[in-house]
């Protein structure tokens, strides 16, 4: 029993329940709502401070739904259906996150937890509602940054590669953080250089290797990724890339500002996308500057804030070590293959057009190199390269096999990819060692490139002052196949020329660097010992290069030396085949049935039968809109399915993703989902646009000489 001393019987304070009042909606940091039973807002305190925004008596009397209409909140519904509930049932509802964003200019948005709970008399009767709401802002956001800095640490980085990297920054940054994100780093940076001040004062040149947008995985930016641009000075681009400091820019004035030029296109980019607010970061890693991230905001109507710019500095510096890793990997990685010699024999398996053999003869001084590339078509290209003075220059070699390994996968031909070489070669750089010239400086390097089509056997090469290929015929006479040398990359004028011939089946071709030519006597010696050696039958062609070898330079070089042994094969009629079209909107549908009888006929699985006949629909479709001209259709079946459609348009289609309404736009994308690998090469005045897929068991190879144990 109670005694009359305890606490629950002393009297209450006259007064005490007015002071709770009074302290709820004057002084208590909770905000407060009372509602009646109908739920209109009936009193609110002083803490409720998205509420206290507007006039009292615009709020009192309003419903519940009115005045969640007064705000952009997530899920108004979510708030109603709670409220019902507490009503009815007189369940509190506790810890409630509800974001609202008020209709200011620029708007704030504020996170609260809410609390629900239901006012009722001591008999009973419902009275109303109240709701308590507490600001977690702070909170929310602080979680939110967290989480996105973890999602960076796993996401960002996963491989060794500058443009994936930049991908993943960018899918992990938008929309995140920003609407959109650019990644731009500097054009030595993807030769594994890194830039100096002087550098950069004679070359501000960037290559965009990042972009993502919320507008769709299809929108491009400008520039687009893999193109170049330069920051024009004046603008905060360039500023912050001078300062190295970042920056933040509030508002972007709707009339560009006193630095946007609607001439570039990159500033009208930014003016017609109405781009309101951005943020500026030099990407830096180890002492080097690396390049630029941009965020923008335009569909988010908030503006970025010195809270943003913080968290943009601390994703960029960790996309930054990933990107100088990628950097240092993919320069290692070149001088290592080229010091090694051995990257000839990796893309041996994957050649069917030749039969390759290597043999190298190191003296220590490195430099010289070759090497076999895939090429569309079940092409070739064969490409040698040499240092001709001074010591080990495996950095400046490595700049040029990872410069012809991105031009030839362009599907360029030799002389253009020489003429692009010779303009890298020539642009005045900084070595990947101080001790060592980059390319350009004292450092002439020289470079043959020459592609053979195993399906025409028109072999096409260019020279810059390397020596020319010499011609094996399938009886053992021995001829130079006389290549017209141009300038060694980087010294004088590009003036290259391309020399074409067609090869008789089964021939060889024989490269090699000035090392070997001078360790043979010269060229006429070397003729001489390649015909008493050719004379007799070689039991393979590896046994071939090394008794060459052994015959040319019986003595150990003074430099490096390698000979490279090609035996050329041949995709006959029975492996190949191709049509003409007319112009005309019926071309697709007969390609598609030459096709598939063809397919039919080489006795293909029905599924590849399918695929290849949407391929070809969606192909010679595309070359019927955009070309005038007849249209060839061309299947080579080799280790792969080959389609290849030649029109006389110049212009290069993109893949993009069409939507569910659009008539058209889907052609690329099903040929991708299609095949494993599709492409566009210059086609004579216009272009070829092939696909290629791996068939379930590859053929036998086609007439000439089969491979050798």
């Known amino acids: 029993m109670v005694g009359e001393d305890h606490p629950d019987s002393r009297s209450v304070p006259e007064g005490l329940g007015d002071a709770v009042l009074d302290a709820l909606f004057s002084q208590s940091p909770v905000g407060l709502h009372v509602y009646d039973q109908e739920l209109r807002l009936m009193r609110v305190?002083?803490?409720?401070?998205?509420?206290?925004?507007?006039?009292?008596?615009?709020?009192?009397?309003?419903?519940?739904?009115?005045?969640?209409?007064?705000?952009?909140?997530?899920?108004?519904?979510?708030?109603?259906?709670?409220?019902?509930?507490?009503?009815?049932?007189?369940?509190?509802?506790?810890?409630?996150?509800?974001?609202?964003?008020?209709?200011?200019?620029?708007?704030?948005?504020?996170?609260?937890?809410?609390?629900?709970?239901?006012?009722?008399?001591?008999?009973?009767?419902?009275?109303?509602?109240?709701?308590?709401?507490?600001?977690?802002?702070?909170?929310?956001?602080?979680?939110?940054?967290?989480?996105?800095?973890?999602?960076?640490?796993?996401?960002?980085?996963?491989?060794?590669?500058?443009?994936?990297?930049?991908?993943?920054?960018?899918?992990?940054?938008?929309?995140?953080?920003?609407?959109?994100?650019?990644?731009?780093?500097?054009?030595?940076?993807?030769?594994?250089?890194?830039?100096?001040?002087?550098?950069?004062?004679?070359?501000?040149?960037?290559?965009?290797?990042?972009?993502?947008?919320?507008?769709?995985?299809?929108?491009?930016?400008?520039?687009?990724?893999?193109?170049?641009?330069?920051?024009?000075?004046?603008?905060?681009?360039?500023?912050?890339?001078?300062?190295?400091?970042?920056?933040?820019?509030?508002?972007?004035?709707p009339d560009g500002g006193h630095w946007l030029d609607p001439r570039r296109r990159r500033d009208a980019r930014i003016l017609s996308s109405r781009a309101h607010s951005m943020l500026l970061v030099p990407i830096r890693a180890r002492g080097v500057v690396l390049g630029l991230a941009c965020f923008y905001r335009w569909r988010d109507p908030a503006p970025f804030d010195r809270r943003h710019l913080r968290l943009a500095q601390q994703l960029t510096t960790h996309a930054g070590q990933c990107l100088d890793n990628a950097r240092l990997y993919g320069r290692e990685r070149s001088a290592a293959r080229i010091l090694s010699g051995g990257f000839a024999y990796a893309q041996a398996s994957a050649v069917t057009a030749v039969e390759l053999a290597r043999t190298h003869l190191p003296a220590g001084t490195g430099g010289g190199w070759s090497h076999a590339i895939a090429l569309s078509g079940s092409r070739v290209a064969l490409v040698a390269g040499d240092t001709t003075s001074g010591t080990s220059r495996p950095a400046a070699m490595s700049e040029l096999r990872a410069a012809i390994e991105a031009l030839a996968d362009l599907d360029l031909p030799p002389d253009d990819i020489l003429q692009r070489l010779h303009d890298l070669a020539s642009r005045p750089s900084t070595p990947l060692d101080p001790a060592e010239p980059g390319v350009g400086e004292g450092t002439p390097a020289t470079c043959l490139c020459l592609v053979y089509d195993p399906v025409s056997r028109l072999c096409t090469a260019a020279s810059a002052g390397h020596p020319s290929p010499v011609l094996v015929h399938p009886g053992g006479a021995v001829e130079l196949l006389d290549v017209a040398a141009g300038p060694p990359l980087g010294q004088g004028l590009a003036e290259y020329a391309l020399t074409k011939r067609v090869l008789p089946e089964g021939s060889t071709l024989l490269i090699c660097n000035t090392a070997l030519l001078t360790a043979a006597g010269g060229r006429e010696s070397m003729l001489s010992r390649l015909t008493d050696l050719f004379a007799e039958p070689q039991p393979s062609l590896q046994a071939a290069c090394d008794s060459c070898a052994d015959a040319l330079a019986p003595k150990q070089p003074s430099r490096d030396a390698y000979l490279l042994l090609a035996r050329t094969r041949t995709l006959d009629d029975s492996r190949t085949k191709a049509w003409t079209f007319p112009n005309s909107p019926e071309s697709a549908g007969q390609a598609r049935r030459s096709a598939v009888n063809q397919l039919a006929e080489w006795g293909l699985a029905q599924d590849v039968i399918d695929d290849t006949a949407l391929v070809v629909s969606e192909l010679v479709t595309n070359s019927v809109r955009y070309a005038k001209g007849p249209i060839q259709l061309r299947l080579i079946r080799d280790g792969t399915l080959v389609c290849e459609v030649t029109d006389d348009s110049s212009a290069s289609p993109h893949l993009r993703r069409a939507l569910e309404t659009d008539e058209h736009g889907r052609g690329l994308f099903i040929t991708a989902h299609l095949t494993q690998r599709w492409g566009v090469r210059p086609s004579g005045r216009g272009k070829t646009l092939w696909a290629s897929r791996t068939l379930p068991t590859p053929p036998a190879l086609g007439r000439g000489p089969a491979a050798e144990e």
Do not use: W
């Not at 708007?107 to 937890?113: A, I, L, R």
């Not at 290797?209 to 603008?235: L, N």
């Open 45 to 253: 305190n002083t803490a409720a401070r998205l509420i206290r925004k507007f006039p009292i008596d615009r709020l009192l009397g309003r419903t519940l739904p009115e005045l969640l209409r007064s705000f952009d909140i997530t899920d108004p519904a979510a708030v109603e259906r709670a409220a019902h509930r507490v009503l009815e049932t007189g369940v509190p509802e506790l810890d409630l996150t509800v974001r609202f964003r008020d209709r200011r200019v620029p708007p704030v948005e504020t996170v609260s937890s809410v609390s629900v709970f239901r006012l009722q008399r001591a008999d009973g009767t419902v009275l109303g509602l109240a709701a308590a709401l507490t600001d977690i802002t702070a909170r929310v956001r602080a979680e939110a940054e967290v989480r996105l800095q973890n999602e960076a640490a796993a996401r960002i980085g996963t491989t060794l590669d500058i443009f994936r990297t930049a991908a993943e920054f960018c899918e992990v940054v938008s929309p995140a953080l920003a609407d959109t994100v650019t990644v731009d780093v500097y054009d030595v940076v993807l030769g594994g250089r890194a830039p100096t001040a002087d550098a950069l004062d004679r070359d501000q040149t960037v290559r965009r290797v990042g972009y993502r947008s919320v507008a769709g995985p299809d929108e491009q930016g400008v520039p687009a990724v893999g193109e170049v641009d330069v920051y024009p000075p004046g603008t905060p681009y360039r500023t912050v890339l001078d300062t190295l400091a970042p920056k933040l820019i509030r508002r972007l004035r």
